[in-house]
């Protein structure tokens, strides 16, 4: 309904605007041909003036520039003519924005209705408190899950009397422990075997390792 009691209107106005816009446009390039014409005629009118004056015909020198006369004259109409045009073109697309506007402004509005109409403050209501039940309806099946299988109820006198028999019986092993422990045999040191004098070697000679010295000492000692 609105398509056809308001949407075509606006289509059609539209569609004029551009046409009178593209007609602004096509007079307006008429008129800029017809004075850049008459400019060549007031030119050439100069020249025949000058031409006449040469000649001394002042006669014709003087309906040259009557005529250069005339032909300004006519320019100066077509340059008023030109600014009413472009007035005219200015306003009217001052006009066609501020449709396009406009338009913008009510489609948004109405956009914005809809919106309105279809969040209705007590259907927020409703899913809130709908939320809230399911909330609710968790939590206690939450609190049933995590309750003790088949309701086991646990007595708390007993338990610490548990607990203490545990004590007596840990303070119990701790008297049965003997009361020191021997210490760990020592073996005696070895005794130190006497240190062999070092045999000189050459400076060129590369020295020789542990094992070389013992070998050195033990020949010794056979030797003795």
Known sequence: MFTRFFGKPKQEAAATTVATLDKLNETLEMLEKKERVLQKK???????????????????????????????????????????????????????ATTETVDALRSGAHA????????????????????NEQTD?????????SSPFGGTDFDEDELEQELEDLEGLELEEELLKPATTAPATQLPAAPARPAQPARQRAPAQKQSTAEDDELAALQAEMAL
């Open 42 to 96: 007031i030119a050439a009118e100069v020249e025949r003036a000058k031409g006449f004056t040469r000649e001394k015909n002042k006669k014709g020198a003087i309906a040259c520039l009557k005529r250069k006369k005339l032909y300004e004259i006519q320019v100066e109409q077509l340059g008023n003519f030109q600014l009413r045009i472009h007035d005219q073109m200015i306003m009217l697309e001052g006009a066609k």
């Open 112 to 131: 914005m209705k809809q919106i309105q109409a279809e969040t209705n403050i007590d259907d927020v209501d409703k899913t809130m408190d709908e939320i």
């Open 137 to 145: 309806n968790m939590k206690q099946i939450q609190e049933a899950l």
